[in-house]
């Protein structure tokens, strides 16, 4: 072979990539799609932590609101007691005064 023709060859291949350089750019290729997946999901987890935290302040807000509205029940319950004991003791008086009246009362 001619040697000008083997040194213009040799001269055109070093610039064609080898094997190695090959699986070094599939590697990387490799690394930058995990890259951009792992990126994407540290993006997806702090968008979740987002949504958990408002969650989470929704469930306090309810959370005040119910134990109000047990506290208005029980305080509704408790008067509602007294109420209606001093129903009983006014019919009691009533009764008792329709006795010494002469009243029949009638219900």
């Known amino acids: 072979m001619d040697p000008e023709l083997i ?3 040799d001269k055109k291949l070093e610039n064609i990539a080898t094997k190695e350089d ?3 750019l599939a590697t990387q290729n490799s690394v ?3 890259s951009a997946l792992v990126i994407s999901n540290k993006q997806e987890i702090n968008e979740l932590k987002k949504d958990v935290d408002a969650l989470r302040e929704s469930i306090q807000a309810l959370t005040v609101s119910v134990d109000s509205l047990v506290k208005a029940v ?3 319950k408790t008067e509602y007691v007294m109420v209606k004991n001093q129903v009983n003791r006014h019919e009691k008086w009533l009764q008792q005064i329709a006795d010494k009246v002469g009243i029949k009362l009638e219900y």
């Open 7 to 9: 040194q213009y060859l």
């Open 22 to 24: 090959l699986e070094k």
């Open 32 to 34: 930058d799609s995990i």
């Open 74 to 76: 029980g305080d509704l």
